[in-house]
């Protein structure tokens, strides 16, 4: 089981964080990943964090947004600074065994929390 938290609004330059949360009873070493989906678009594949990698797929995102792990709590914290209006999405938190860009290459995946960035 994965569970998301953290989201809501922000301006255009403002900082937001997400957190997701799995299960370690489902995971040994969990790989927790994120897709989101921009209104009128389908669903990407956003990042993944593991033990080994830190990956954000998403280019422009790359020197502002920042993911960290708390090993205790297998917690994937989704720092996002300077946010633009394009970051404005449903963020999905997924957990598995290995990083993928496919939704099914996870065995768990969260409810989906809302990112809104406007003025």
């Known amino acids: 089981n994965v569970a998301e938290s953290g989201g809501g609004s922000a301006q255009p330059g403002g900082s937001l964080s997400l957190s997701c949360g799995a299960s370690r009873s489902n995971f040994p070493n969990p790989v927790i990943g994120w897709f989101r989906q921009v209104p009128g678009h389908e669903r990407e594949a956003f990042s993944c964090n593991s033990i080994e990698e830190n990956i954000f797929y998403v280019e422009d995102v790359k020197d502002r947004f920042t993911m960290s792990r708390e090993n205790a709590s297998d917690t994937v914290r989704l720092q996002m600074n300077n946010l633009k209006a394009e970051d404005t999405a449903v963020y999905f938190c997924?957990?598995?065994?290995?990083?993928?860009?496919?939704?099914?290459?996870?065995?768990?995946w969260g409810q989906g929390i809302e990112v809104t960035v406007s003025s």
């Open positions: 997924v957990g598995g065994l290995v990083c993928s860009k496919r939704w099914s290459g996870f065995e768990a």
